[in-house]
């Protein structure tokens, strides 16, 4: 029982173009969101997070739009470099305080020059 | 900046072996975790340690066993390695907040 999806295993986009990738989460208890950005042979690297209590957070090329009542949240990637290109993972955590996390299947990120 | 280090980049055991994978952290981070990743199935939690010698079972804790003897290190022990092992092991670090810090992977292969 996937409780995190990225149901688009593969993405790509033009260069300067703007990525969106999405997660889909089904239980109502995740109050916290991250996105991690995978290169091949290295370990996540921490992207962005957002907080239930928000419906958007920005950071420099990357946003991150939430929508609880739809469980939904999507990483847009504007405007898209080649170096972008990785595999993306959002995670979700719920309240208990145990900061453990659930990651999605991760979503690999194209960006063509 | 932070620092996780796993012991191994890539590691070759054979079915039956016990293997030991380290895990060291610099930050002082209260919280551990073991994952592993697998193709079509994203980074599933083994275990995970929020404090010396406390340890909690994840998503798929068969087969595998933690160690906490001191705050920066948590090791992950594949008791009788199996086939079914072989993958990306990762390690993961967090203080009292939200985002963890992970090492650059192990890549397990058993024969």
């Known amino acids: 029982d996937q409780q995190v999806k990225q149901n688009s295993p593969s993405l790509s986009v033009q260069e300067g173009r703007i990525s969106i990738l999405n997660c889909d989460y089904t239980?109502?208890?995740?109050?916290?969101f991250l996105w991690y950005k995978k290169y091949p042979a290295e370990g996540p690297t921490f992207l962005i997070s957002?907080?239930?209590?928000?419906d958007k957070n920005e950071d420099g090329r990357f946003t991150v739009f939430l929508n609880k009542s739809a469980k939904h949240l999507s990483l847009h990637i504007v405007p898209s470099q080649p170096g972008d290109s990785a595999v993306y993972f959002c995670?979700?955590?719920?309240?208990?305080?145990?900061?453990?996390?659930?990651f999605g299947t991760g979503t690999r990120l194209k960006v063509l020059a | 900046d932070v620092k996780v280090t796993q012991s191994s980049r890539y590691l070759v055991k054979r079915t039956g072996e016990k293997v030991f994978l380290e895990c060291v952290q610099d930050?002082?981070?209260?919280?551990m975790f073991w994952y592993r990743q697998d193709p079509g199935l994203g980074l599933r939690l083994i275990y995970f340690?929020?404090?010396?010698?406390?340890?909690e079972k994840g998503d798929i804790p068969e087969g595998y066993s933690v160690s906490r003897e001191k705050k920066e290190r948590f090791s992950l022990i594949l008791e009788s390695a199996s086939t079914n092992q072989t993958s990306m092991y990762l390690c993961?670090?967090?203080?009292?907040?939200?985002?963890?810090?992970f090492g650059p992977g192990t890549r397990l292969t058993v024969t």
């Open positions: 239980n109502s208890m995740f109050d916290y």
């Open positions: 957002i907080s239930s209590i928000k």
């Open positions: 930050m002082d981070h209260e919280n």
């Open positions: 340690s929020y404090d010396v010698k406390m340890k």
């Open positions: 995670a979700a955590s719920d309240a208990t305080g145990t900061y453990k996390y659930i």
């Open positions: 993961a670090s967090s203080p009292t907040t939200y985002e963890q810090y």
